[in-house]
């Protein structure tokens, strides 16, 4: 029985491309270089942002992921929430069921405080708890541990292939989005559990389990 859904925020609850894109676009013009095309930063996107500059090869990766989020990160303009999440959210909280969110974010806290939620997360994982991005399943099993249950009882929801192997080498059941950053083709290769087009379908997930 699934006890706890955990999520992934950006791509999943949230859309967020064109501002992660536009972010570090800028950051390349800023510092005068020659910036990388989009389909490049978009097969990044869902790294942790230094592991992103390092792979579009900005010259101090450090660097570049501080710039960004000072300027960007926390940014909501151009942020849109998925259509299905309130729905979603408020539905499970309703049955009892736990949510929290798995981040590459570094603060994720302070942006989830600026969008309207319909209902609180009982448990929020990013990176200023010094844990290690996806792939690493380190976040997923520091929420499991937190919130008392057994990777059985645990559901994942990502729309990356770094969501989705982080969530396996979990041994949580897993979700993946195909409407998210990566598209179904490049997660079904990944076999994840389950593959949804809507967040809605999950509610047919959790009365088969």
């Known amino acids: 029985m699934i006890k706890v859904v955990l999520f ?14 536009k972010g570090i676009l800028e950051c390349f ?13 978009r097969k990044t996107i869902g790294l942790s942002l230094m592991e992103s500059f ?22 909501p ?32 806290k302070r942006l989830i405080d600026k969008i309207s939620f319909p209902v ?9 708890l010094g844990i290690q991005p996806k792939p690493s399943s380190e976040g997923i099993l520091y929420a499991i541990t937190q919130l008392k249950v057994s990777p059985q009882e645990v559901l994942f929801v990502g729309d990356t292939q770094y969501d989705i ?6 041994g949580v059941n897993v979700v993946g989005y195909t ?3 990566h598209g179904g083709t490049l997660l ?4 994840p559990d389950w593959m949804v087009d809507s967040l809605n379908e999950i509610f047919l997930i959790l009365d088969q389990s």
């Open 8 to 21: 992934d925020l950006d791509g999943t609850l949230i859309f967020v491309e064109k501002t992660i894109i």
């Open 29 to 41: 013009k800023m510092y005068n270089l020659k910036p990388p095309e989009e389909d490049e930063i």
């Open 54 to 75: 390092t792979v579009l090869q900005f010259p101090d990766p450090e660097k570049g992921a501080n710039l960004y989020r000072e300027f960007f990160l926390e940014q």
């Open 77 to 108: 303009e151009d942020i849109m929430m998925n259509p299905d999440s309130n729905e979603l959210l408020d539905s499970l909280v309703k049955r009892g069921i736990r949510i929290g969110i798995v981040t590459n974010r570094r603060s994720a």
């Open 120 to 128: 609180p997360f009982d448990i929020v994982i990013d990176l200023s």
């Open 165 to 170: 192997i982080a969530g396996k080498s979990a």
């Open 179 to 181: 409407q998210g950053m």
């Open 188 to 191: 079904k290769e990944l076999h």
